[in-house]
């Protein structure tokens, strides 16, 4: 496991401060690793600086007093991997300040390197999801899958989609970093994936417990090639909602 870098120095007499090594990873480990990592070891300083993507800035704000943005755009795979440290959780999303609702919203993932393991049948799970009274929209970034007919709120800054995704009913999707945004948020989610082991657990074990410090409710398909049936998750949102 790597050991995540820090900074620690005095600024003046009875002042401390410290600087964590930006944050080059992904965003699930941000989220639930990371992040509470660091804002436990915040608690003993008065000046404390974290760096991380361009936008990322509001996994902070409840205890970084600067924020620093790097030009890195793409995310790595060289982080420390500290499943769940001894750190502090903060419940992200200001439900009352979401100005557009949905009750469901899917993450549609479209990102090339992870291709393989994408949800090809987004357009059938829309047609059935209509005999549902909820609304839905799409959230994620610009390069993930929308369709048309539906609300889009792709690309929309990191406060505003955390605020529409604390408001809403539930997060349906493939297991990516969003997916864990949104148990940060505190609300329930639809998500898949396969039954490997990663870092000695299976991923339904990290949504339901590892990484779930809000106790949100987890619909969760075990789907060996990444494609669940479109009945089977109409199913299962049926369910949770």
């Known amino acids: 496991m790597n050991k995540p870098k820090l900074y620690d120095f005095s600024i003046k007499p009875g002042c401390r401060a410290i600087e964590f090594a930006p944050w080059h990873g992904e965003l699930g480990w941000e989220v639930m690793s ?42 790595g795979l060289d982080y420390p991997k500290m499943y769940r440290p001894d750190g502090i959780y903060h419940k992200y999303g200001r439900p009352e300040n979401a100005t557009i609702v ?7 993932r479209g990102i090339s390197r992870k291709n393989s393991i994408n949800y090809r049948q987004w357009p059938e799970l829309v047609r059935q999801f209509t005999v549902l ?11 993930d899958q929308y369709v048309p007919g539906c609300f889009d709120s792709r690309g929309i800054e990191l406060q505003k989609l ?29 998500v898949w994936g396969d039954r490997r082991t990663y870092f000695n657990e299976t991923l339904e074990q990290r949504y339901k417990i590892t990484w779930n410090p809000f106790n949100v409710k987890v619909g969760w398909l075990t789907a060996d090639d990444w494609q669940p049936e479109p009945k089977e998750i109409i199913k299962k949102i049926r369910e949770m909602l």
């Open 34 to 75: 990371w992040a509470p990592f660091c804002r436990k070891t915040a608690l003993d300083y008065d000046r404390v600086i974290v760096g991380s993507f361009e936008g990322m800035g509001p996994l902070y704000d409840d205890f970084a007093t600067e924020f620093r943005p790097h030009d890195k755009t793409g995310r």
């Open 102 to 108: 949905q009750d469901v919203l899917v993450h549609a």
């Open 133 to 143: 009274p909820e609304t839905l929209g799409f959230i994620g970034s610009r390069l």
């Open 162 to 190: 955390m605020d529409r995704m604390a408001r809403a009913k539930l997060v349906v999707g493939v297991s990516s970093g969003i997916m864990h945004l949104a148990a940060a948020c505190g609300t329930n989610i639809v």
